[in-house]
């Protein structure tokens, strides 16, 4: 018979409903998903998404490595370049036409400490309140 | 939510409106079904086209589309001519009554039958049941708030349980049903232009100072809102706005008038794309950052009934991926780091990037946010907590405005009906409404990698109302195309009795098929929104 390494109790990444999830784990696969009796929102209850919906973690078209635009083609970067670039560029733009030419797209998908953070970056060192995310859509 | 999921099946009446809950939230859909049919409350349905909840409703009311303030405004009109307000609530707990009386007070059933097309008599007969029933709770999502005067639709139901009473008690309330899974969450925690965490505005000085305080920063917060998601894409076009970094989204797909957005993004001098995939707007961007799915990642989502909860991480990190924490903290470093390699020198290192775990991010939030300032991770395993939580010892807040509302008493909202900002005509005379299914998500990049749900469903339909197909001698299968002022679409017709005579609908979940393509920038003046249940187009057989 076939068990897991692990299940791990968490939060599904679908709607907002909120639904908790067990996700059992064998080498590092989503093996199967079940979810507690006990769940606040949804006490047991997952709809086809929120059973089945996981190969995307798995995907072979995963982003493995950071990218840059080199002579208009995406090109593998290191992270160190990667991220001296954007802070270069975000630190040039900002001085040269304002910190509100920048714009922050945070993620209804990401965490709250994430979306945090992110903003914490606009409006705290770019030093604009240009922030927003998919709310409306 | 005012209220919780737990309590939704001690309504005696349900109103849902809106939302197609068995496809975009199909787990709350089971609770409104339990209200039905094991507690025996009524459910008011209100949405042009029969969907599943129909089957399980009292009445069905389908409005032509847009009309929703007609409808609601004749509802209060017949409750108040009828003597099925809750007078004594409406004394004590709120104000501005009168101002809204005058203005609803040629509100007529008749006159909103007009204007919606549904008979008076089931306008007078679902106000008889949402006004005298002991506890009634309204639902909605995208299809009340998608619209040119969204804003104007949320009050015209707010007005509603205001002269009802529906507060503050168990089965009652105002209840949003949040879209994304932290939609919630992104808004709770200042990812909007005008509030930064817990909805502390901007434009309040003693906020500004207590976040640069905490911050630690040189730079000043501005004291004026930032423009939103919409105005950043015309503001790219206008030349204002040189730099988007955006995290975990794809605006290619999920914003409106789709060519437009393009035409921004192709324009704009640095674009960051943060994500798992290369998506639509990856492929434009300057910079494509490699983040990691919610399965390798620790922190806390917000649901749809203010619940923080926990996300633990099950998965270690993909190949060279990096923490979406990580990437932003690695950034924060950088960009404040006085040796950095720029010659910027107006912001000085003070702020600390360097978070031992994602809980103490939460702790810094949780000190500058009374909502949320009660929580820690400790308290939140294992079952979460509903913010108000504003002390280490407050157990949550599952319904809100029970003894007095947030702003002390609960405002009437007079409000005059307004069109869509594009009404069917000569030249383009189907109305266009998009939505969801039930097996697809958002702009599909994690449901269509996920090979049991693109079995079910795996490509993108044009749902045409049968009737209007025969007399074009359109079968399913076929090909049409769609054609608004915006952009010309093309897909294969799927024929169904569920929806009204000229209506098409169209999902976003498909980018072969994507109906965004089609939508207009009309938004409503207040929220952006934009009005994607209303859009005139044309449809003729390929």
Redesign the interface.
């Known amino acids: 018979m076939i068990k897991e390494d ?1 299940v ?13 999830l067990n ?1 059992h ?1 064998k080498e ?1 696969v ?1 093996y199967k998903v079940t979810s507690p009796f ?5 006490k047991g ?6 059973r ?6 798995h ?1 072979k ?9 080199k002579n208009n083609e ?1 090109v593998p ?1 290191t ?1 160190d370049e ?16 304002g ?23 606009a ?15 | 939510m005012t209220n919780s999921i737990a309590d939704i099946h001690l309504a005696d009446v349900l109103m849902i409106t809106g939302s197609n809950t068995t496809e975009a939230h199909p787990v709350i859909s089971l609770e409104m079904k339990k209200a039905v049919r094991q507690h025996g409350a009524k459910l008011i349905l209100v949405d042009p086209r029969e969907i599943e909840l129909a089957e399980f409703a009292t009445l069905h009311l389908r409005p032509r589309s847009g009309t929703d303030v007609a409808l609601y405004n004749a509802m209060a009109h017949a409750i108040l001519e009828n003597a099925w307000a809750n007078d004594e609530f409406i004394k004590t707990r709120t104000e501005n009554f009168d101002a809204f009386k005058e203005a609803i007070k040629d509100c007529t059933p008749q006159w909103a039958e007009d204007i919606t097309g549904i008979p008076s008599e089931m306008i007078v007969e679902a106000a008889h049941m949402y006004g005298q029933a002991r506890s009634a709770s309204i639902f909605w999502a995208m299809g009340i708030t998608q619209s040119s005067h969204g804003v104007d639709n949320v009050q015209s139901l707010a007005n509603l349980a205001l002269l009802t009473g529906n507060f503050g008690r168990p089965g009652t309330g105002l209840n949003p049903l949040r879209g994304q899974n932290n939609v919630q969450g992104a808004c709770d925690m200042g990812g909007l232009p005008n509030v930064i965490t817990g909805y502390q505005a901007v434009t309040d000085e003693a906020v500004r100072t207590k976040f640069e305080n905490a911050w630690g920063m040189s730079v000043k917060i501005p004291a004026k809102p930032g423009i939103t998601v919409t105005e950043l894409m015309q503001g790219v076009l206008d030349g204002r706005v040189k730099a988007l970094y955006i995290m975990g989204e794809n605006p290619m797909l999920s914003d409106p008038n789709t060519n437009h957005v393009a035409e921004a993004l192709n324009e704009i001098e640095f674009l960051v794309s943060q994500d798992i995939f290369l998506n639509e707007t990856g492929q434009m961007a300057h910079v494509v950052l490699p983040g990691v799915s919610f399965a390798e990642k620790e922190g806390t989502y917000t649901n749809t009934e203010r619940r923080v909860q926990l996300v633990r991480p099950a998965l270690p990190t993909h190949a060279d991926a990096k923490l979406d924490l990580d990437i932003i903290c690695d950034l924060g470093r950088r960009l404040t780091n006085s040796n950095g390699k720029t010659s910027d020198a107006v912001i000085h290192p003070v702020s600390d990037w360097n978070y031992k775990d994602a809980s103490a991010v939460w702790d810094e939030i949780a000190s500058l946010t009374p909502i949320v300032a009660g929580m820690s991770y400790q308290r939140l395993n294992p079952n979460g907590l509903q913010w108000p939580c504003p002390t280490a010892d407050h157990p949550g807040t599952p319904i809100l405005h029970k003894e007095k509302f947030t702003r002390g008493l609960g405002k009437f909202t007079p409000l005059v009906f307004r069109e869509p900002a594009e009404n069917p005509d000569e030249e383009y005379p189907f109305v266009l409404n998009t939505g969801r299914l039930l097996q697809h998500w958002h702009g599909g990049t994690l449901t269509r990698r996920s090979e049991g749900l693109d079995w079910v469903v795996p490509e993108g339909e044009i749902q045409i109302n049968d009737e209007d197909a025969q007399e074009m001698n359109v079968s399913s299968g076929d090909l049409i195309r769609v054609t608004s002022r915006r952009g010309v679409v093309t897909g294969k017709a799927k024929l169904t009795s569920k929806l009204p005579r000229r209506m098409i609908f169209m999902t976003f979940h498909f980018v072969e098929v994507p109906a965004n393509k089609l939508t207009g920038a009309a938004v409503d003046p207040i929220a952006k929104i934009p009005e994607y249940k209303v859009s005139a187009v044309k449809v003729e057989r390929v």
């Open positions: 692990k791990v109790t968490t939060t599904c990444p679908y709607c907002g409903v909120g639904c908790m996700l784990i590092n989503v006990d769940a606040p929102a949804n209850n997952l709809c086809v998404k929120g089945f919906g996981y190969d995307f973690i995907a078209d995963r982003l493995t490595q950071p990218l840059m635009r995406l970067a992270w990667a991220m001296n670039h954007v802070a270069e560029r975000l630190l040039e733009i900002r001085d040269k036409y910190p509100d030419s920048i714009g922050f797209l945070v993620s209804a998908k990401c965490t709250n400490e994430e979306n945090y953070l992110l903003q914490k970056i409006r705290g060192v770019i030093g604009t309140n240009n922030v927003d995310h998919c709310a409306r859509l």
